[in-house]
């Protein structure tokens, strides 16, 4: 992305399809003419759901809370992670892996290190000292994603938003993403869903020409 930033090239479209979160479509890509109004506010009552939250992942050489009879399975109001669940594989890759209760101005207030370190404290205060021989630390903060989410969606979503397409505008201008299906907006299937239909609005625009 950055390496196409730098190296203009122009092109010419019969249809613009528009993949991007909403606010970070509006906050990146220059319009001109500008979006209507009214597609402006649509696009920026859109929060990327699940853009303040982070994941961690740590993995094990064996699943060892499974020897005590312990299914991994956690939901915590003391330390960094709210919700801990077992995420081995059924090919005998062990770990353990969690979502924040930290929200992101705090999270951003610690280095990685001392992200880390505070889960594994937390870990071995659920699972005892075995906790302490990890292999690896995945970490990724979604509200430090700059491809992904814009100051705004830094904000924890209370309630779910409503999403869906923004007012009717050029026919060729299609947006497709998550957050511009009714149904399944904010997860995985709204992105499936959104893509299809876009895949149908192509077909009937190619089949005018
Ligand atoms: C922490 C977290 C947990 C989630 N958990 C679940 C879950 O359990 N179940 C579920 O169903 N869904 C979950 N989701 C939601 C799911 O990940 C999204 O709904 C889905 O990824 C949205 O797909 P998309 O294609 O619409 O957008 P995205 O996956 O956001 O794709 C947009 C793409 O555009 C790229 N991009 C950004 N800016 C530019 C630019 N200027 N130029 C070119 N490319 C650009 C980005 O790099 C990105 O690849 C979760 C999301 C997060 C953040």
């Given amino acids: 992305y950055d390496e196409l930033k730098n190296n203009r090239i122009n092109y010419n479209a019969d249809i613009l399809v528009l993949t991007l979160p909403p606010r970070l479509l509006l906050e990146t890509i220059n319009f001109k003419p500008s979006l209507p109004e009214n597609i402006q506010i649509d696009l920026l009552s859109k929060p990327t759901w699940m853009g303040a ?26 330390g960094p992670l709210r919700e801990i669940y077992d995420a081995s594989t059924e090919r005998d890759e062990s770990a353990l892996f969690g979502f924040f209760s930290l929200p992101p101005s705090i999270r951003n207030q610690y280095d990685k290190e001392s ?33 992904t989410v814009t100051e705004g969606d830094k904000l924890n979503i209370e309630s779910f938003p409503s999403y869906g397409q923004p007012p009717k505008y050029a026919e060729n201008m299609i947006f497709s993403g998550t957050e511009y299906d009714e149904q399944h907006g904010g997860h995985l299937e709204g992105a499936l869903s959104s893509s299809e239909k876009a895949y149908y609005k192509i077909k009937k625009l190619m089949s005018y020409k």
């Fill in 115 to 147: 992200i880390h370190n505070k889960v594994i404290d937390q870990l071995v205060r659920l699972f005892g000292p075995k906790a302490k021989y990890y292999n690896n630390i995945f970490y990724k903060d979604w509200s430090q994603d700059k491809h």
């Fill in 53 to 78: 939250q982070a994941k961690i992942v740590v993995t094990f050489d064996k699943a060892f809370w499974r020897d005590e009879n312990l299914s991994g399975n956690v939901v915590s109001w003391a």
